[in-house]
């Protein structure tokens, strides 16, 4: 496994539609394996495979509570609202407040192809929302209320 490189806002390809995984091969395994190790190594709670240069349907989330990794994820269900800050390793030192569901189940398949159900509020439900938005090549920004504030000085 291995670090990639997170590309930036302003790189096309975190514009574009991501395609359907079909099989999980040795290659795809490795993808899976570099974006975990990459979204841990710059301390996010989630990763799409378009940000590391990759325009295809797997994301990765950990919002504190283990590794999860969704392939060809679709959402099922969503209730409730949540207003937030969100912040994205796309676009490093900024932050802004978005509206999500407060509840988001969805189904996907793991990094073995076996499909999955989960469910999530809070944290979990923003985050499954924002990775599958970089699926569609959309970022957070275009969903901030007010300006985009800066993180750089802050803790988190
Ligand atoms: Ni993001």
Redesign the pocket.
């Known amino acids: 496994m291995a670090l990639r490189d997170i590309r930036i806002q302003g790189d096309p390809v975190l514009e574009k539609k991501c395609k359907e995984v079909t099989e999980m091969t040795p290659r795809m395994k490795e993808l899976v394996g570099d974006m975990l190790d990459t979204m841990y190594e710059a301390n996010g709670v989630g990763l799409?495979a378009p940000?590391v240069g990759i325009l295809k349907r797997v994301v990765v989330i950990d919002v504190g509570e283990g590794p999860i990794v969704m392939v060809n994820p679709v959402i099922l269900e969503v209730s409730g609202e949540q207003t937030g800050n969100e912040g994205?390793?796309?676009l490093p030192g900024k932050a802004g407040q978005v509206t999500r569901p407060n509840y988001v189940k969805a189904r996907a398949y793991d990094e073995n192809m076996t499909l999955f159900e989960i469910e999530g509020t809070e944290l979990l439900a923003r985050a499954i929302c924002?990775e599958l938005d970089?699926l569609e090549g959309h970022m957070?920004t275009e969903k901030v209320e007010g300006q985009l504030i800066d993180t750089d000085s802050e803790e988190e």
């Open positions: 799409a940000q994205c390793l796309s924002h970089h957070y």
